[in-house]
């Protein structure tokens, strides 16, 4: 018997099935893992909870992107000690990019004994054998090997919701951009086969799936090392192709692969959403290059001229780091002005925090704490003015809206575009698309009314 059988054969002895809890922590690739995570442990004969108290098994898909969050995971595990106590039987696991790193192990044999199980982001097929051995021997198990290569085919996911969902199409990133720990923790960039990405998007088409998220560290350098050779570009089509009334978005492609085939394709795809993130991180060249980008300021504009002239009406949205080591004035100012060219719909800023294991942690730098945090408010403050003024050109426009929670009285959801869209309407709505008629805008969201 392989090890999952072993395990059903434990689990069917007890008068009801173990029931486990899985909670990611930080990006859409990470919550994708954790659904496949879920679907591993199902397949072992397990039923879900949403509510860690009643668990069997409790997992903590971490993610060790920024050092604060880090922080806030090991408050969480230092939660569940109090619930091992309660029920000495209950299976705790820790995995993901926290456990990829060294110092983890250390830190949890010393302050965290009552956690079973450490895996890192490449061993997710070897959790049934820890398991089945933390079952009959007890102790604590790790697998923090870190194997490039595995692209995790054939683990079918548990998705939290059914009208969307996210499909990595690859995993790791070669970039080794200077303040990030992505490659450390996830290995190497590998591609998934297209073929097999277009059966999982037919099945979820078929079942009803609204909205596809193709998910990579670095999605529009997809296809390296793939048997059938195509390219981010192709794949896009080829998806497109696919029937359903579904759309299509990605998360996140890297400007300096981003080429006029990459935007022709988003332009001429009509399931795919007229939205793209492109992380700028900075305007000024001497930081880019310090971050190890790899484009300066110039080409960045050069690939927003085209993707609006082939997109008239695309939305943007960023990524950037305010405060990176060093950053002076003039640097910061040079931020400023892409935002003023660009007009972004939304962007995602961070004050830049030191990220041990990483070649940014090993730079000095002289720039204070309270000027950092001053430009971030200047950032902020222009944020706001542009979008004010940008979202105005939604007025009376239709947008097309998948509604996905609820939010102060209204039902939200996400346009075409990717603006954060509030009608009035029943808690029903949430899992639906429909047509909406903007009526009011804000600088974050607009309001509107269902037509049709
Ligand atoms: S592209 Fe850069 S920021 Fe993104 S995951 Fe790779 S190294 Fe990190």
């Given at each position: 018997?392989?090890?999952?059988e072993?395990?059903?054969?434990?689990?069917?002895?007890?008068?009801?099935?173990?029931?486990?809890?899985?909670?990611?922590?930080?990006?859409?690739?990470?919550?994708?893992?954790?659904e496949?995570?879920?679907?591993?442990?199902?397949g072992?004969?397990?039923?879900?909870?949403?509510?860690?108290?009643?668990?069997?098994i409790?997992?903590?898909?971490?993610?060790?992107?920024?050092?604060?969050?880090?922080?806030?995971v090991?408050?969480?595990i230092?939660?569940l000690k109090?619930?091992?106590?309660?029920?000495?039987?209950l299976?705790?696991i820790?995995?993901?990019?926290m456990?990829?790193?060294?110092?983890t192990?250390a830190k949890?044999?010393?302050?965290?004994?009552?956690?079973d199980?450490?895996?890192?982001?490449?061993?997710?097929?070897e959790l049934?054998?820890?398991?089945?051995?933390?079952l009959?021997e007890?102790?604590?198990?790790?697998?923090?090997?870190?194997?490039n290569?595995?692209?995790?085919e054939?683990?079918?996911p548990?998705?939290?919701?059914?009208y969307?969902?996210g499909?990595?199409i690859?995993?790791?990133?070669?970039?080794?951009?200077?303040?990030?720990?992505?490659p450390?923790v996830?290995?190497?960039?590998?591609?998934?086969?297209?073929e097999?990405?277009?059966?999982?998007?037919?099945?979820?088409?078929?079942?009803?799936?609204?909205?596809?998220?193709?998910?990579?560290q670095n999605v529009n350098?997809?296809?390296?090392?793939t048997?059938?050779?195509?390219?981010?570009?192709e794949l896009?089509?080829?998806?497109?192709?696919?029937?359903?009334d579904?759309?299509?978005?990605?998360?996140?492609?890297?400007?300096k692969?981003?080429?006029?085939?990459?935007?022709n394709?988003v332009?001429?795809?009509?399931?795919?959403?007229?939205?793209v993130?492109?992380?700028?991180?900075s305007?000024?060249?001497r930081?880019?290059?310090?971050?190890n980008?790899?484009?300066?300021?110039?080409?960045?504009?050069?690939?927003?001229?085209?993707?609006?002239?082939?997109?008239?009406g695309?939305?943007?949205?960023?990524?950037?780091?305010?405060?990176?080591?060093?950053e002076g004035?003039?640097?910061?100012?040079?931020?400023?002005?892409i935002?003023?060219?660009?007009?972004?719909?939304?962007?995602?800023?961070?004050?830049?925090?030191k990220?041990?294991?990483t070649?940014?942690?090993?730079?000095e730098?002289?720039?204070?704490?309270?000027?950092?945090?001053e430009r971030?408010?200047?950032l902020?403050?222009?944020?706001?003015?542009?979008?004010?003024?940008?979202?105005?050109?939604f007025?009376?426009?239709i947008?097309?809206?998948?509604?996905?929670?609820?939010?102060?009285?209204?039902?939200?959801?996400?346009?075409?575009?990717?603006?954060?869209?509030?009608v009035?309407?029943?808690?029903?709505l949430?899992?639906t698309?429909?047509?909406?008629r903007?009526?009011?805008?804000?600088?974050?969201?607009?309001e509107?009314?269902?037509?049709?």
């Open positions: 018997m392989n090890y999952e072993k395990i059903r054969k434990i689990f069917e002895k007890r008068e009801q099935p173990p029931l486990c809890y899985v909670h990611s922590y930080g990006c859409q690739q990470n919550v994708s893992d954790g496949k995570i879920t679907g591993i442990l199902c072992l004969g397990c039923g879900v909870t949403v509510s860690r108290d009643k668990a069997d409790i997992v903590l898909n971490t993610c060790a992107v920024r050092e604060n969050a880090e922080v806030k090991y408050g969480h230092g939660e109090h619930l091992k106590k309660e029920n000495p039987g299976i705790i820790i995995c993901g990019c456990a990829e790193e060294e110092k192990t949890l044999r010393q302050s965290y004994p009552f956690v199980i450490l895996f890192g982001t490449s061993a997710m097929r049934p054998r820890l398991l089945y051995e933390v009959t007890g102790g604590f198990v790790s697998d923090t090997a870190c194997r290569g595995e692209c995790f054939g683990i079918s548990v998705r939290t919701d059914c969307k969902a499909v990595s690859m995993y790791g990133c070669n970039n080794f951009c200077s303040y990030c720990i992505v450390y996830r290995g190497r960039e590998r591609s998934r086969e297209p097999n990405i277009i059966e999982e998007i037919k099945g979820l088409a078929e079942g009803g799936c609204k909205e596809i998220m193709l998910l990579g350098s997809y296809g390296k090392g048997a059938a050779g195509i390219d981010f570009p896009l089509q080829r998806i497109n192709r696919i029937d359903g579904f759309r299509i978005r990605f998360m996140s492609p890297h400007p692969d981003a080429g006029r085939d990459f935007f394709a332009a001429e795809c009509e399931k795919v959403c007229k939205s993130h492109l992380p700028l991180q305007g000024s060249d930081i880019l290059k310090e971050m980008r790899g484009y300066t300021a110039e080409r960045y504009m050069e690939l927003v001229d085209y993707a609006r002239s082939v997109m008239p695309l939305s943007l949205t960023t990524d950037i780091i305010v405060g990176f080591p060093n004035e003039e640097d910061f100012r040079d931020t400023m002005e935002m003023k060219r660009v007009r972004y719909d939304n962007i995602f800023s961070f004050i830049y925090s990220r041990s294991g070649r940014a942690a090993g730079m730098d002289k720039t204070p704490e309270a000027e950092k945090s971030m408010q200047r902020l403050t222009l944020q706001r003015q542009l979008a004010e003024e940008g979202y105005k050109r007025e009376g426009k947008f097309r809206v998948l509604f996905d929670s609820e939010y102060n009285g209204f039902i939200s959801g996400k346009s075409n575009e990717f603006i954060i869209t509030l009035k309407g029943e808690r029903s949430i899992g698309m429909h047509d909406v903007v009526t009011k805008t804000h600088n974050w969201a607009v509107g009314e269902i037509v049709g």
